[in-house]
């Protein structure tokens, strides 16, 4: 065997990036299944979509740059990408936006900067912020969960739906949106920036169906979900425990101040944390260790400021949801980030 040296930072886990990669996989299953149990066979099929999508792109890719294309197929990165922003997609957008979103992040994001250790941001996010600000409509297209819904959407309405944009009954995406009792659905968080721009009360706001007891109706239990999972991977060590912690403390604690100001125009801390991409952004996404933060204090500052801008782009920017737009945005700083906070070497004179 050859004696490599290479440049800091040195990974020490003892686990190959393949197999790693499976684990992360394997600890997003409970938010899967719950995103499919709640609103149905549409997160599977694009779930689907986007696998075959980041394995062709990464695969043409590696073949025109002439490199071993079984190889770095094998180490299930082109995969995780896929299920990390096909995920965060309304479960019956058209076919097309999931394959765009993912072919850009594979190959504009991911191999155009030379493959995976050399991309300064996290793919999937790139593929998804694309999505959000070309296609903002074919983006806010949820539906409501299916316990609120008034249609049973089956395997063939769903793939008729996202590949033909209506049901086998004629439905359309839109008309899919309207809950039981006849009024349009959409996420928490989008329900809660809407009504607020239309100068209503929270507690006028949280009586709609789509609020559950404890925080949004299915969110909460897609939030808790992904929350398992992360813990699973802490367990396993997989990833580190600084930068999830400092982000639900800096957004839970901005959320608490704010709420505690002025509780009929800011959210309470549960729902800012069981809500939209929350937790599956602080143990999936914000945790890509080629793109986060690499020495622990570091890494608690990258989390924190995550945190931060979470809670301002939900609160005062123009989406409801800001988790993409975060990690992207400390993406940069990550460099400066690492070179502030590099533990001193023994023996250097500062």
């Known amino acids: 065997m050859a004696f490599i040296i290479t440049s ?69 990165s082109a995969l ?40 300064p941001f996290n793919p999937a996010m790139v593929g998804y912020v694309l999505l959000l600000v070309s296609f903002p409509e074919q983006m806010t297209g949820w539906q409501p969960p299916q316990a609120l819904s008034q249609f049973d959407i089956g395997l ?27 009024t349009t659905m959409a996420t928490p968080l989008d329900s809660v920036k809407t009504a607020l721009g239309q100068d209503l009360a929270l507690h006028e706001i949280l009586v709609k169906p789509i609020f559950g007891p404890h925080a949004g109706e299915g969110w909460q239990w897609v939030n808790l979900a ?45 729902l800012q944390l069981a809500s939209g991409a929350c937790m599956l952004g602080a143990f999936f996404i914000a945790t890509d260790p080629v793109t986060a933060a690499t020495t622990p204090r570091g890494r608690l500052l990258y ?8 809670f301002v782009i939900r609160t005062f920017g123009g989406y409801p949801d800001g988790v993409a737009f975060a990690v992207l945005l400390t993406n940069i700083a990550v460099p400066m980030i690492d070179r502030f906070t590099r533990p001193t070497v023994y023996g250097e004179d500062v």
Request: aromatic letters at 10%; hydrophobic letters at 55%.
């Open 8 to 76: 800091s930072p040195h990974g020490h886990s003892q686990q190959t990036t393949a197999n790693l990669m499976r684990l992360v996989m394997l600890a997003m299953l409970p938010g899967i299944l719950t995103q499919w149990f709640l609103f149905g066979w549409g997160t599977l099929i694009q779930l689907g979509l986007a696998a075959a999508t980041a394995l062709a792109s990464e695969a043409l890719i590696l073949y025109w740059r002439r490199r071993p294309v079984r190889a770095n197929l094998q180490d299930n």
């Open 80 to 119: 995780l990408t896929a299920l990390l922003l096909a995920v965060a997609l309304p479960p019956l957008a058209p076919w097309w936006l999931v394959v765009l979103g993912t072919a850009f992040a594979i190959i504009i994001a991911k191999q155009l900067y030379g493959g995976l250790g050399d991309n």
């Open 156 to 182: 063939r309405d769903a793939l008729s739906a996202i590949f033909n944009g209506f049901t086998l009954e004629g439905y359309s995406v839109h008309q899919l949106k309207l809950a039981a009792d006849g």
């Open 226 to 270: 992904y929350l398992f999972g992360g813990l699973f991977l802490l367990g396993i060590r997989a990833i580190a425990w600084q930068i999830p912690l400092a982000i639900l403390a800096s957004l839970g604690g901005c959320a608490l101040i704010a709420w505690s100001i002025n509780p009929d125009l800011y959210l309470s801390p549960l």
């Open 303 to 310: 989390g924190a400021l995550i945190g931060v801008l979470i």
